[in-house]
C-alpha cells in the first residue's frame, strides 16, 4: 500500500513538470514556425471577427455628423 501512494506521488509529480503529453506543434523548426505563424495570424482575426459579432466595427449612430455605414 506504501508503495501504490509512493508511486502515485510520483506520477503526479512527474507529470505536473514534463509538459503537455502530446505537443501542439511539430518538431521540424521549419513546420513548428510555419504552425506558429498560422496560429498567430487566426489570433488576429479574431480580433476583427469580436468586433463585428457586436457591431462595434459599426459608425456611431449617436455622432452629431451624419455618417453613412454602408460601402459608396
Not at 503537455?20 to 482575426?45: G, K
Request: aromatic share 12%; charged share 20%.
Amino acid at each position: 500500500m506504501r508503495r501504490l501512494i509512493a508511486t502515485a506521488l510520483l506520477c503526479v509529480a512527474v507529470s505536473t513538470s514534463v509538459g503537455c503529453f502530446l505537443p501542439i506543434y511539430s518538431a521540424d523548426p521549419q513546420r513548428r514556425t510555419e504552425q506558429l505563424i498560422f496560429t498567430a495570424e487566426n489570433l488576429r482575426m479574431f480580433i476583427e471577427e469580436w468586433e463585428r459579432f457586436w457591431f462595434v466595427d459599426q459608425p456611431d449612430h449617436m455622432t452629431p455628423f451624419r455618417t453613412h455605414g454602408g460601402i459608396i
